[in-house]
């Protein structure tokens, strides 16, 4: 209470200028902190997530899809606290802290990296490339049929020059694609011409398959692939292609091309999201149950194809190279399944937010590229490019002095 002093003659008196708390300041305060609550909670069951198969209880799976998100709120209700100068700054600095692993496979600086993130693949680095036969590229790219935002052949043939002439310019070694498709003997002729520097492929056609024209995923490697294996999981259209690619180190390498299950949630729903659309709580609730719906059902198929998969890397007898879309986050089982033991070459060599996913506020890192230790990583780049909703993920990598796997 504060006041002022005044005086009348001999006698004195004080003026009362106190002010009552305000109602709206105590509503607010504890809407505050239930909104610091809720998103710490929310984070903290998405790094449960990551121990937790969705085929068991999906519901933890979810809070790691959001966890990209979440992370912000924590931060936003961090800095929010600590202007107000309260102690409830403690709960998301807290919620931070114990999932400092988890951030760091979400954004990356360059403090204390020896490799030169801002080297170009220019036609020097790529001729010193060539002639160290234990340097080699990776670039993985899901390229949404090479249709995305095209409406006729002509667009998807312009799509198909446009990705052909990104990959020469990066010049990989060996090329992982996703929902790779043609559609009649014509792109098949044409991509052979684009990519002839990759005379080696293996193909996984879900749908077709006859003379190369199909949709599935495929394999381009400058060296030779010595044996293949083709998976497509039971109840989805999503596949894994396996490949024994001989490098010029003499190493044989077994790459494994997923495309794990997606979330299946259709163009519109993804509009309704970014837009923040809200039309009636009746029209609200019956989205969020169809969208939950889709969400449980596609998380558990996903959950028994990592299973899958990871039993397969494990049995390799080839350092594994293991590469794709898989649908899901770095905040999730289905990454830390997958990556098992292998090196992420973003958190090794990536810088800034990472993310591959160009939807939903550019906010998701969903396709990879692991390694086993034996290699190191030497760059990592992710061009946002206009020709899919995911962007590639190039990585240059080589052969270490060690000898494990």
């Given at each position: 209470m ?9 006698e ?15 509503v ?8 610091t ?12 997530s ?26 936003v ?16 600095a807290l919620?931070?802290?114990?999932g ?7 954004i ?10 801002a080297?170009e ?7 010193a490339?060539?002639?160290?036969p ?5 670039l ?12 006729d ?6 799509t ?22 043609t ?43 010595l044996?293949?294996q ?9 596949s894994?292609l ?7 180190s ?21 509009q ?9 709580e009746?029209?609200t ?10 969400l449980r ?6 959950a028994i ?6 039993r ?17 986050t770095?905040?999730?089982y289905?990454?830390?399944k997958?990556?098992g033991?292998?090196?992420?070459a973003?958190v090794n060599?990536?810088?800034g937010?990472g993310?591959t996913?160009n ?29 899919s909703?995911?962007?590639?993920v190039?990585?240059?990598m080589?052969?270490?002095?060690t000898?494990?796997?």
């Amino acid at each position: 209470m504060s006041a002022n002093r005044h005086s009348s003659g001999s006698e004195y008196y004080y003026i009362d200028q106190s002010r009552p708390v305000r109602f709206w300041r105590i509503v607010f305060d504890v809407f505050l902190v239930l909104i610091t609550l809720l998103l710490s909670g929310g984070l903290a069951m998405g790094y449960l997530s990551t121990g937790i198969s969705p085929e068991r209880n999906w519901v933890f799976a979810f809070f790691g899809l959001g966890a990209p998100f979440l992370y912000l709120g924590n931060i936003v209700m961090l800095l929010l606290w600590v202007i107000r100068w309260r102690w409830w700054a403690l709960v998301p600095a807290l919620t931070l802290l114990f999932g400092m692993g988890h951030l760091g496979r979400l954004i990356q600086f360059d403090f204390g990296k020896e490799y030169d993130a801002a080297a170009e693949e220019n036609a020097g680095a790529i001729a010193a490339r060539r002639k160290d036969p234990s340097q080699f590229a990776v670039l993985t790219y899901n390229v949404h049929g090479f249709t995305y935002g095209q409406d006729d052949h002509a667009g998807y043939w312009r799509t198909v020059d446009s990705v052909a002439a990104y990959v020469r310019r990066v010049q990989p070694d060996v090329i992982c694609f996703q929902e790779y498709e043609t559609m009649q003997g014509g792109d098949v002729r044409r991509i052979d011409s684009l990519y002839r520097d990759w005379p080696y492929r293996a193909y996984n056609f879900i749908y077709g398959g006859s003379n190369d024209i199909g949709y599935g995923t495929a394999i381009f490697s400058r060296f030779p692939i010595l044996e293949a294996q083709r998976t497509i999981f039971d109840q989805s259209s999503n596949s894994l292609l396996r490949a024994d690619v001989l490098l010029p180190s003499g190493d044989t390498v077994r790459l494994f091309n997923n495309h794990l299950q997606s979330t299946q949630v259709d163009e519109r729903s993804q509009q309704r999201v970014e837009r923040f659309v809200v039309r009636g709580e009746e029209a609200t609730g019956k989205f969020v149950r169809s969208l939950g719906s889709h969400l449980r059902i596609n998380y558990r198929r996903r959950a028994i194809q990592v299973d899958t998969v990871s039993r397969m890397i494990a049995l390799s007898p080839y350092p594994a190279i293991v590469a794709g879309d898989f649908n899901d986050t770095p905040v999730s089982y289905t990454y830390k399944k997958m990556r098992g033991g292998l090196e992420d070459a973003f958190v090794n060599a990536g810088s800034g937010y990472g993310y591959t996913y160009n939807r939903l506020f550019a906010m998701l890192r969903i396709d990879y590229v692991f390694h086993a230790p034996l290699f190191e990583t030497e760059g990592y780049r992710s061009d946002r490019l206009p020709w899919s909703d995911h962007n590639p993920v190039f990585v240059r990598m080589r052969r270490g002095q060690t000898a494990t796997r």
